[in-house]
């Protein structure tokens, strides 16, 4: 029997976005550049309709159903989780992973494919997801963005990756640490990625939303889903059913790098998030560019935030401000 929660729903922790320390990244890291990019916001939508190749997952995005009933707010909450990952300090992201895991606890039931037992929490999913995730809004920032790193950016870049995964539930050990590894990890997947009836309705759905689910939403995913898919390669737009010509491609780059150009400055970046995407996403980019020094200039990692932040933590130290 499948298990329908009523709209679980993660929300970011009703403080500000860097009190405490750096976070596990910091001023300079390649993943604050790359995250708080324009360009992110197209790998996000890039992210979450590859999400939709991993059945699992597929099936229990639709049992929940929460896409549909609130796609804003969907969105808005699951980008908010990413960027508060990448820049936030260690005491909101390690109550953020925590409220996440816990809806994510909720969302378990039966694929229907395959007929075994789902879960959202399932490592495996849960890899797919961070991976999907990371790769996305690179692979968008070197295409629209100022290029690739260099060496030494990127390779800081997928260990801070893996350093993100100690956030979810899935093994830091399984996690890509290049490139290189990345592409071996699709290889070794794809032969379990599959595209169901449920999976097109909601990547097309990602990719389009229909107007009735507000203007800006409608209008931002037209605009934003031809530069998602033309970063993405051939089987994975055919297995979807979204292919577009190549003709569209290759006009798109060019506009679409301008457009990433014009939204760079701060102010215009937080408002085009938070009428693109939503209201949390926008504030914790506001955030972000408006902090200033925490009480902890230092970068921590997931291991000590959850040791001080976490709900093992001893009270005396995760009450402690």
């Not at 995005?61 to 908010?80: C, E, M, Q, S, W």
């Not at 990127?154 to 899935?170: F, N, P, S």
């Amino acid at each position: 029997m499948t298990v329908r929660p009523a709209r679980p729903q993660f929300d970011a922790p009703a403080r500000t976005i860097r009190e405490v320390d750096y976070g596990f990244f910091g001023p300079g890291s390649p993943t604050w550049k790359v995250w708080t990019a324009p360009t992110a916001l197209i790998g996000f939508q890039r992210a979450v309709v590859l999400e939709h190749f991993d059945p699992d997952l597929t099936a229990a995005v639709a049992d929940v159903n929460g896409i549909y009933a609130d796609p804003k707010g969907r969105l808005d909450h699951t980008f908010a989780y990413f960027l508060i990952a990448a820049v936030a300090d260690s005491r909101m992201a390690t109550e953020a992973s925590e409220r996440l895991m816990k809806v994510h606890a909720q969302a378990t039931g039966i694929e229907p494919v395959t007929g075994r037992r789902y879960s959202a929490n399932n490592p495996a999913s849960q890899l797919w997801i961070h991976v999907t995730g990371w790769h996305s809004v690179l692979k968008c920032y070197e295409t629209y963005g100022p290029g690739p790193l260099t060496p030494a950016e990127e390779r800081r870049y997928w260990a801070e990756c893996v350093i993100a995964a100690e956030l979810q539930t899935c093994k830091p050990s399984d996690v890509p640490t290049s490139r290189a590894e990345v592409r071996e990890y699709f290889a070794a997947v794809r032969p379990g990625l599959c595209v169901t009836e449920r999976a097109r309705r909601a990547m097309h759905y990602l990719l389009h939303t229909p107007r009735d689910r507000g203007l800006r939403l409608w209008a931002g995913s037209h605009l934003v889903a031809p530069a998602a898919v033309a970063t993405l390669p051939e089987w994975m737009r055919v297995l979807g059913g979204f292919d577009q010509p190549a003709t569209l491609d290759r006009a798109y780059r060019p506009v679409t790098a301008l457009a990433a150009r014009l939204a760079a400055a701060p102010d215009r970046l937080t408002a085009l998030a938070g009428s693109a995407i939503g209201p949390t996403t926008g504030r914790l980019l506001r955030e972000h560019f408006a902090a200033g020094t925490p009480a902890n200039p230092q970068v921590v990692t997931p291991e000590a935030g959850r040791e001080r932040w976490g709900r093992g933590a001893a009270p005396h130290v995760a009450n402690h401000a």
